[in-house]
């Protein structure tokens, strides 16, 4: 069965930095390109950052770009998304999936930055 399990969110000033890791389990992981998505209240889930299935490809949502950094550990199944810079429009549940994103979503981790 496939399952996304992500941690590492919490509760940041603007300005600051947080990682988040998601280990994923039931797909083949290092053929598997990953992505990182985001939700806001009251808002549509939106991509953030991607990385091809080595690594040797990423891609970043122009909201992100600069300040956040997706890579991934195949010997661990896990990709990792460091957020730098952070502002309150990034406060958001962060799950992670495939591209394309399989129909199991892992239960997210809330990252939110206020003062």
Do not use: H
Request: charged fraction near 15%.
């Amino acid at each position: 069965q496939v399952q996304f399990v992500e941690s590492g969110g919490g509760l940041v000033q603007p300005g600051g930095s947080l990682s988040l890791s998601c280990a994923a389990s039931g797909i083949i992981f290092s053929l598997s390109t990953m992505n990182w998505y985001r939700q806001a209240p009251g808002a549509e889930r939106e991509l953030v950052a991607t990385i091809s299935n080595f690594g040797g490809s990423r891609n970043y949502a122009d909201s992100v770009k600069g300040r956040f950094t997706i890579s991934r550990d195949n010997a661990k199944n896990t990709v990792f998304l460091q957020m730098n810079n952070l502002k309150p429009e990034d406060t958001a549940v962060y799950y992670c999936n495939t591209n394309p994103a399989r129909t199991n979503w892992g239960q997210g981790t809330q990252v939110t930055v206020s003062s």
